[in-house]
DNA sequence: CGAGTCCGCCGCCAGC
DNA sequence: ATGCTGGCGGCGGACT
């Protein structure tokens, strides 16, 4: 598999904030709670360990409340359908059916969002709610993989594509199913506010590292590539291919073309972190796969994975992991009889 | 744990 | 001017 990295467009040492940092979420009667789960909790926590504004977060129902979400619960939200010509970004997190024509005024809400400039984001099945708009003809979209071939009958002129966490044409953007909703808001706040704070939220929900090694965020995309975030993204392609390859920071930017000081630019540009940083962390995923998956002892899984010692391991592990190599093992290995 | 060495990283600046 | 690049020097963290 090849990856590809997706660098936000400009970068700053200051997070840039977006000029409207408003964002609404659309809540319906079926409401899929975790779709919506994914967008509060990426921009509707107070975030007091950011020294600037965060987002702005208002849920906004078409109908009188209280509706239903599902797993058992009613809802009302605060917010109603006007407050969608107030907000900057629009969440659409699912809908509560495939064959349910959503109602004429939200459609009219999300079409003059969208001409002024508002930014419309799907997760899930709420790709059908955006189609039905008509602001997805002619554009690359995606949603759940289970609903891929329906969505392009209902909407041929819709390019679907299922084999994507998500996809960013910009102003529109539509999210794979389920947890690829959580992606795609991290990529929304790459793009507003760069790599590291992005990493920063990514942290704090705890994303198991092993969908991007913990870092970066990949996109799989079959698309016509950017030539030049092509040499970066080979790189980081190898790194994660054999991570026990030993190499310097100048061994690195000669493989990638550039020099070292534009290397370790870039490196943070896309990643949020330092090549040191994510060649440890590539290592430490592999290091795991072997303690779960063979009987190999410390010693051999360390020099597998490329680090120079066992006591080299343990100090990755400790520092990362908060686990000694071994007590790993005992926990998630094989059971050694 | 500490001393010594190495080098990764980044601020700064100059050049294109 | 602006934006990106690359070289230099130094600090601090990592490895021995």
Not at 22 to 29: C, K
Not at 167 to 181: F, K
Not at 222 to 248: F, K, V
Request: charged share 25%.
């Amino acid at each position: 598999m090849t990856i590809f990295v997706k660098i936000p467009p400009k970068q700053k040492r200051r997070p840039r904030t977006p000029a409207n940092r408003l964002v609404a979420v659309l809540v319906y009667d079926g409401l899929c709670s975790f779709e919506y789960g994914c967008a509060a909790e990426v921009f509707g926590l107070a975030r007091p360990e950011f020294n600037f504004d965060w987002y702005q977060f208002i849920a906004c129902a078409v109908e009188r409340g209280p509706l239903r979400a599902t797993g058992g619960m009613s809802v009302t939200a605060r917010g109603r359908l006007s407050d969608i010509a107030k907000a900057g970004t629009v969440i659409i997190p699912g809908w509560r059916g495939v064959d349910v024509a959503p109602a004429a005024p939200l459609l009219l809400a999300l079409r003059t969002a969208h001409a002024r400039g508002a930014r419309l984001l799907s997760i899930c099945s709420g790709a059908f709610v955006l189609a039905a708009t008509g602001l997805l003809d002619g554009m690359r979209a995606t949603t759940h993989w289970r609903y891929a071939q329906a969505l392009r009958e209902r909407y041929p002129r819709v390019e679907v594509d299922a084999n994507v966490l998500y996809v960013d044409n910009g102003q529109i953007l539509t999210s794979a199913g389920s947890a690829a909703g959580l992606d795609l808001c991290l990529h929304l706040v790459r793009r507003d506010y760069g790599a590291e704070i992005a990493n920063q939220v990514a942290r704090r929900l705890v994303i198991a590292p092993h969908r991007s090694g913990g870092q970066a965020q990949f996109i799989q995309r079959p698309m016509p590539r950017r030539d030049a975030d092509d040499r970066l993204s080979r790189l980081l392609d190898g790194i994660g291919a054999n991570p026990a390859d030993p190499a310097t920071i100048g061994d690195l930017a000669r493989r990638a073309t550039m020099s070292e000081r534009t290397l370790l630019r870039r490196f943070r540009d896309a990643t949020g972190t330092t090549p040191a940083d994510w060649i440890a962390q590539a290592r430490l995923d592999r290091a795991r796969e072997l303690l779960e998956g063979t009987a190999l002892s410390i010693e051999d899984v360390a020099r597998e994975c490329g680090f120079g010692s066992a006591m080299t391991l343990r100090h990755h592990f400790r520092h990362k992991l908060a686990l000694s190599p071994s007590e790993y093992k005992g926990r998630f290995g094989k059971k050694s009889s």
